[in-house]
Structure formats: structure tokens, C-alpha cells
């Protein structure tokens, strides 16, 4: 079975900290890695994508990847209120399926 | 900017009843996706269709339920005979595919089912 981890949170964070977001997969043959947030009863909406071990900037958010150890995070810079939300970690496996399979999210609390 | 759409945004329905929620890819993209989500619980993966036919499913894409793409724009999920654990919020989504192809998936807003 493969499966995607994350710590539920809530994490919380003031104003203009840093928000680490984390998360482990099983299937070491995975191939791209996904960053989506999703609002109370909204819709996923993609974040960032990152394919290769390393650091991948854009904006106030940089993703990870480090294969070896299977573990991806998020980082948001200068936290917002507005970046309160549930972060969702998705990931593509080995093969040739396309379908994205989900950690459970991290809620992040950004506090004025 | 393309976004994928979908209808209708709340469906309520009576166990057993057959309901039918649309979707509009984007208009480039190739592969496209049902996923759903129960309240509380990780988004689950159901089918995903290319080329006019299903390439993959999971284990919950039962026989009650079929995908069809019948026309160049919509992209259809049937559930034939609702039950009460069928109630969730349905997410559609679609990637494109080809030269410069990208597997990122985007999102319709969703369809919240409730089966009473």
C-alpha cells in the first residue's frame, strides 16, 4: 500500500514567521511531488510541483525533495493569515499511473 | 487564465437514486480525473480517463459507478445506485499531455453529494 504521511498539525505560527510543512512517502519509486492547499470545503489549488532532490523557490514558498530519504516539505516565508489553510501533500508513484495519492494535510494556523 | 469546471456545486439526492456530476476540463488538457473526499478524510483517487477510455481505477470505482466523456467538452461521473457512504465532495481535475507535457493536476471547485 502506498502511502503518503503528514503531521495533522494544527501547527501555528505568528505573523511573518517561517511555516515548515513536512511529509513522507512510501513508494521510493515516485516521481513528482506536489504542494496543494486547500480551504474549508474548497478545492485542492496547486501550490508547487517539484520533481528533482533539492530546493524549489517561488514567491514566499519552497518546496524539497530529498529522495533518498523520501521526504518532501514546504516552507512559507513571512506567514500571512491568508496562508491559514490545510496543506496537502500529493504524490505521482513508480510506473505509468498518473494518479495523485494524498497525505491526510497539515492545518496551518497563522495568528495576527 | 483556463480553470476546470464543474456542475452542479451541491447535489442532494435519496439512497438509491442515480445521480450524474459534470465537469469541464481545460480545454488543451488530455488526461483527465475524478477524485473525492469525505468529510475529515484524505482525497481518494476513483478513475482517471485518456483518450477516451478509463486507464486506471481504484478499488472504489465499483461497478456503480462509470465515467464518459460525451462530447469535446464535458466529462461526466455517474453513480448508478447512491448509498449513504457516498456522500462526499467530488473533485474533477485534468493535466495535460504531449510535447512540453506537465502531470500537475488542476482542480474543479467541486460537487458536494449528499445521500440522504
Known amino acids: 500500500q502506498k502511502e503518503v504521511e503528514q503531521n495533522s498539525g494544527p501547527l501555528s505560527v505568528p505573523e511573518g514567521a517561517i511555516a515548515s510543512l513536512n511529509c513522507t512517502y512510501s513508494d521510493r519509486g515516485s516521481q513528482s511531488f506536489f504542494w496543494y492547499r486547500q480551504y474549508s470545503g474548497k478545492s485542492p489549488e496547486l501550490i508547487m510541483s517539484i520533481y528533482s532532490n533539492g530546493d524549489k523557490e517561488d514567491g514566499r514558498f519552497t518546496a524539497q525533495l530529498n529522495k533518498a530519504s523520501q521526504y518532501v516539505s514546504l516552507l512559507i516565508r513571512d506567514s500571512q493569515p491568508s496562508d491559514s489553510a490545510t496543506y496537502l501533500c500529493a504524490v505521482i508513484g513508480a510506473g505509468n499511473n498518473r494518479k495523485l495519492i494524498w497525505g491526510l494535510g497539515t492545518s496551518l494556523a497563522v495568528n495576527p | 487564465e483556463p480553470e476546470v469546471t464543474q456542475t452542479p456545486s451541491h447535489q442532494v439526492t435519496q439512497m438509491g437514486q442515480e445521480v450524474i456530476l459534470r465537469c469541464v476540463p481545460i480545454s488543451n488538457h488530455l488526461y483527465f480525473y475524478w477524485y473525492r473526499q469525505i468529510l475529515g478524510q484524505k482525497v481518494e483517487f476513483l478513475v482517471s480517463?485518456?483518450?477516451?477510455?478509463?486507464s486506471e481505477k481504484s478499488e472504489i470505482f465499483d461497478d456503480q459507478f462509470s465515467v464518459e466523456r460525451p462530447d469535446g467538452s464535458n466529462f461526466t461521473l455517474k453513480i448508478r445506485s447512491t448509498k449513504l457512504e457516498d456522500s462526499a465532495m467530488y473533485f474533477c481535475a485534468s493535466s495535460e499531455w504531449g510535447i512540453g507535457r506537465t502531470d500537475t493536476q488542476y482542480f474543479g471547485p467541486g460537487t458536494r453529494l449528499t445521500v440522504l
Open positions: 480517463f485518456y483518450n477516451n477510455e478509463i
